[in-house]
């Protein structure tokens, strides 16, 4: 059988798990699987560029795609006027005065020689530069969020249409990548894997925590969407005349047809950056970064800049996980910075992208569909194997209700088996990459 | 000087204390890591989830001892239960050693393969633990709360400031300070210690003079299931047992263990400290010691705390970054692969 015939095959068996979902379960399960498949596509697609092409042990994918989540606040919430003229000057100065203060301090380091002096230079600034930095910054804080703290208490955004948010995401995890992979990339790959984690639990950290920002943990709900309403579509005469002429009942295919639209956005996004990572991929570039990925020393002693490609990939490699992470919040229609758990969206997305292949753009999207589909399934076929298992038990025993409360837990379980089984038998993935 | 002996008593109740538990429990959790790191090469990533699964067989053992009446007077029936609790950490670790990590080893795979394989037993172990003992808050702390309550040690000494000291704070220390000479007097003193620390050292030298490298790998794993038994119930009598937490828990102990130096077991000590302080020097609002030690007109508005608790993620992680770019190896010098 060759590569092309079987890497079909398996598209098509992944298709045909969704397709049979919509089948047995409903439609709408199966385009709530469709839509979040595409979306971890995306990123098992980003993370591929870090870890697949040049081998990037990167693990805070989760802060990337929250920073991407708060870019469609950022951009598409309508801004509170209000908010803005209490503290918005008192934020942003504090704000630019604590860049101001973390510069000056890297310019000490640099432009200084090196000894006690310059250590002591540097502290002065930096604790100085703190102080000064909270009693700017906290006024202006305070102020905003005294306004109307139970519906609004930030600043808000820019009131533009949602679909800006997504580039915007990209741009925003982008620009936290560069200043991570300033710091961090020096570091070889045990420190970096720590080092992500950490920077991504300190994101996650600010979003709940800075009220002004998003709200921190009370929320924003409500984001505007780039599909219509459903119940704009039901009451919409034109659309009610055509899906019940085609025997459909209006509540259900305005709940698909919002879903098919989302899909349609999607799919246009996953395909332009796997079109993009492809052609990257067969590039001299792509050749470079693997060249560079197999081995450092061989590339750096052929004139390559290793630091400043792995920087590069590292920052693409984020932006991507910051657009799915966008597309992700416009989708659900809120921010909710407490869902992000680093089992979901971290290593989650690690195993999509072992399982579907690293260093392979198509594994990846396979990878991505695939455990996604079974992250969504695994919990009722788990109740279902412990309905079954546990069905000799007496009803009303402790046990069986503790192993059926438990049924949610399957899915975990079940992730880690799957990666190590696919690492211990097929280590490079179900589409290896080259 | 009345104000003075306030002001240290207040920072010994809010800081000292808090931060010494705190510090030996990271230093108990960043010598497991250190001392896989430095034996097996590479970072576990389910380190955490392995501090919460034999911290959850110590709680079940312990329901069970209470349900039986048993008790351990004024102290924690947990640590009846600690054995069992040890036991079955060990027997966890062995299999998964067995069966998942043995393969690897026998290929001589990179170190970057058993961290993404370690991964894999962190779900499994996640899952694991939730599926038994579920995700929620589980207590399981009983015996006597205090040894000392702010209230006894005020009218004993008269001091405005009272200085309470939990019965919890006190076991994690003298456990701690156990487990650590158990520890170096084990890894300096016996035949079995020093061939491990050989192995670390240089493992085809250690090869090279007929030791075992099974048995090395075998005990190295029993006493970081040890270890991370140990640390995990500690943490839980202290606080509270939540399997989430322990996930996270993660980052401090490879924080400690990296600061410290990852391979050197007196570093992952020394790093537990660092991180515990300073996580609750930056958090703690100081007004209190201060209103005691400057004038009046000076006293502070504000509550004159650095960064709010929620951030000690954040100091835990700067500390980390500070020592990796300035001097990679932690402070003592450990091996960089």
């Known amino acids: 059988m060759s590569e092309s015939v079987k890497n079909t095959g398996l598209f098509a068996l992944v298709a045909l798990l969704i397709v049979g979902t919509g089948v047995v379960q409903s439609w709408n399960t199966a385009l709530l699987i469709l839509n979040m498949g595409l979306i971890s596509a995306i990123m098992s697609l980003g993370l591929n560029l870090q870890?697949?092409?040049?081998?990037?042990?990167?693990?805070?994918?989760?802060?990337f795609v929250a920073l991407g989540g708060l870019a469609t606040v950022l951009v598409s919430m309508p801004p509170v006027p209000e908010a803005w003229a209490a503290g918005g000057v008192g934020v942003l100065a504090g704000l630019a005065l604590g860049a101001a203060v973390i510069v000056v301090a890297v310019l000490t380091y640099n432009r200084m020689p090196a000894g006690r002096m310059r250590l002591l230079a540097m502290l002065v600034v930096l604790v100085a530069g703190f102080f000064a930095f909270r009693a700017v910054f906290d006024g202006g804080v305070e102020?905003?969020?005294?306004?109307n703290p139970a519906a609004t208490g930030y600043l808000g955004g820019l009131g533009l249409p949602v679909v800006l948010a997504w580039p915007v995401g990209g741009v925003l995890a982008a620009g936290a990548a560069w200043i991570i992979g300033k710091t961090a990339l020096g570091l070889r790959s045990d420190y970096l894997a720590i080092a992500t984690l950490g920077i991504a639990e300190i994101i996650l950290a600010v979003l709940k925590n800075e009220d002004w920002l998003a709200r921190g943990v009370k929320n924003v709900n409500g984001l505007p969407r780039p599909v219509p309403?459903?119940?704009?579509?039901?009451?919409?005469?034109?659309?009610?005349?055509?899906?019940?002429?085609?025997?459909?009942?209006p509540v259900t295919a305005s709940s698909l047809t919002v879903k098919l639209g989302y899909a349609a956005l999607f799919t246009v996004v996953l395909v332009i950056i796997l079109i993009?990572?492809?052609?990257?991929?067969?590039?001299?570039?792509?050749?470079?970064?693997?060249?560079?990925?197999?081995?450092?020393?061989?590339?750096?002693?052929?004139?390559?800049?290793?630091?400043?490609?792995?920087?590069?990939?590292?920052?693409?490699?984020?932006?991507v996980c910051g657009v799915a992470g966008a597309m992700m919040t416009t989708l659900d229609g809120q921010f909710i910075p407490t869902s992000y758990q680093p089992l979901r969206f971290t290593f989650l997305i690690w195993v999509m992208m072992i399982v579907g292949g690293s260093g392979n753009n198509f594994g990846a999207v396979l990878g991505g569909f695939l455990i996604w589909f079974l992250w969504v399934q695994v919990e009722p076929m788990g109740l279902w194997f412990l309905q079954t298992v546990t069905a000799p038990l007496a009803e009303g025993s402790a046990l069986k209700e503790h192993l059926l409360q438990s049924a949610a837990h399957m899915r975990l379980l079940t992730m880690g088996v799957i990666l190590l089984l696919v690492l211990r038998f097929s280590p490079r993935g179900l589409i290896p990459g080259r | 000087m009345i104000d003075l002996l306030n002001a240290i008593v207040a920072l010994s109740n809010f800081v000292l204390v808090p931060a010494v538990t705190y510090g030996s429990q990271l230093a108990l959790g960043a010598l497991g890591v250190t001392l896989i790191y430095g034996i097996l090469r590479f970072s576990n990533f389910a380190h955490g989830d392995t501090m919460a699964f034999g911290t959850m067989v110590t709680i079940l053992v312990t329901w069970g001892l209470q349900a039986l009446g048993v008790g351990f007077g004024?102290?924690?029936?947990?640590?009846?239960?600690?054995?069992?609790?040890?036991?079955?950490?060990?027997a966890l670790v062995l299999v998964t050693d067995r069966m998942v990590y043995r393969f690897y080893r026998a290929q001589k795979a990179k170190p970057v393969v058993f961290v993404i394989v370690s991964i894999g037993v962190m779900f499994i172990l996640n899952g694991l633990v939730r599926f038994i003992i579920g995700p929620g808050d589980q207590r399981f702390r009983d015996g006597e709360n205090f040894i000392i309550t702010a209230r006894d040690f005020k009218d004993m000494t008269g001091l405005r400031e009272g200085l309470a000291l939990k019965t919890t704070q006190g076991i994690t220390v003298v456990t701690a300070v156990i487990v650590v000479a158990l520890l170096f007097w084990f890894l300096n003193r016996t035949r079995t210690?020093?061939?491990?620390?050989?192995?670390?050292?240089?493992?085809?030298?250690a090869l090279l003079s007929g030791i075992n490298p099974d048995r090395v790998v075998m005990v190295t794993w029993l006493i970081?299931?040890?270890?991370?038994t140990v640390a995990g119930t500690l943490y839980g009598l202290d606080k509270s047992f939540k399997p989430f937490t322990y996930f996270q828990l993660l980052l401090p102990v490879f924080?400690?263990?990296?600061?410290?130096?990852l391979g050197s077991p007196l570093g992952a000590i020394a790093g537990g400290y660092v991180i515990a302080f300073s996580e609750v020097l930056i958090t703690y609002a100081w007004k209190k010691v201060l209103t005691y030690l400057v004038p009046e007109a000076l006293e502070p508005d504000g509550l004159v705390q650095l960064l709010s608790t929620n951030y000690k993620f954040a100091v835990s992680f700067v500390i980390l970054l500070i020592v990796l770019l300035f001097r990679p190896t932690g402070l003592f010098r450990g091996k960089a692969v």
């Open chain 2, 74 to 90: 004024p102290l924690p029936t947990a640590l009846l239960a600690l054995p069992f609790g040890i036991a079955a950490c060990m």
């Open chain 1, 229 to 249: 309403y459903e119940v704009d579509l039901q009451n919409d005469p034109g659309f009610v005349d055509r899906v019940t002429g085609l025997g459909l009942d």
């Open chain 2, 255 to 261: 924080a400690a263990a990296i600061v410290g130096g």
């Open chain 1, 276 to 319: 993009l990572a492809q052609l990257a991929l067969n590039s001299p570039w792509g050749r470079m970064m693997r060249a560079i990925r197999d081995n450092e020393t061989a590339a750096r002693a052929m004139g390559k800049d290793v630091t400043r490609r792995h920087l590069q990939v590292f920052i693409l490699g984020s932006a």
């Open chain 1, 143 to 147: 102020a905003v969020e005294d306004v």
């Open chain 1, 51 to 63: 870890w697949g092409f040049a081998g990037l042990f990167n693990v805070g994918v989760m802060g």
């Open chain 2, 193 to 205: 210690g020093k061939s491990m620390r050989a192995y670390s050292d240089n493992e085809d030298l």
């Open chain 2, 224 to 228: 970081v299931a040890a270890l991370a």
